[in-house]
Structure formats: C-alpha cells, structure tokens
C-alpha cells in the first residue's frame, strides 16, 4: 500500500468518525430537548422518555433540524404553551452544545 493510499484510508476513517460524532450530538441534543419538552408538556417517567424519544425520530423526516423544531413547536401549540419560537430556538442551540460537550468527552 503507498503512502497515498495510506493517507486516503486515513481521511476516510476521519470523515466516517466525524460524521458518526455529528450524529450522535445531533441525537443527543433531540433526546435532551425531548426531555425539556416534557417536562413543559408535565410529563414524567415513561411518557417523557417515549416523547424524547419520538423528537428523534423526528429528526429523520427532512435535511437540517426544522424538523424537529417543527414537531416540538407543534406540541406547544396544541397545548397552549407559553413558550416562544425564540426560546424553543434558543433552547435547541444550547442543548446543541450541551450535547457536543457531552458526546466529546463520552468518546
């Protein structure tokens, strides 16, 4: 194997790596504003969990994560919430970092 071969293996481990890290923090941070939706929406235990774990889900329905802003602002909409689209925002890109530092110092 020749040293570019080498290098281009290498790159692609990085970019696979990378890429998986993105997606963890991606997940993590769905799973962490689940969990803060929760208990706004006054739910608990199970119930909680199962709706974190459907903001994931809908993480997968289109590119980027207006998805998944569009399935919580729903719920707060349907339920009356106080909550502003500027804080539902700003809750998702704090718990963005959140979930990188903990995604990072997991790994």
Known sequence: MSTF??????????????????FKIGARRNKLLGQWMAEHLGMEGA???AY????IISDFEKPGDEDVFEKVWAD???KGL?????????QMKDLLEVAREQVTTEG
């Open 5 to 22: 071969d080498k290098r281009e293996k290498s790159y692609e481990a990085k970019f696979a790596h990378d890429q998986e890290t993105l």
């Open 47 to 49: 119930d909680a969990e």
């Open 52 to 55: 974190a774990k459907a903001v």
């Open 76 to 78: 707060v909409q349907s």
């Open 82 to 90: 106080s909550l502003t689209e500027e804080v539902v925002r700003k």
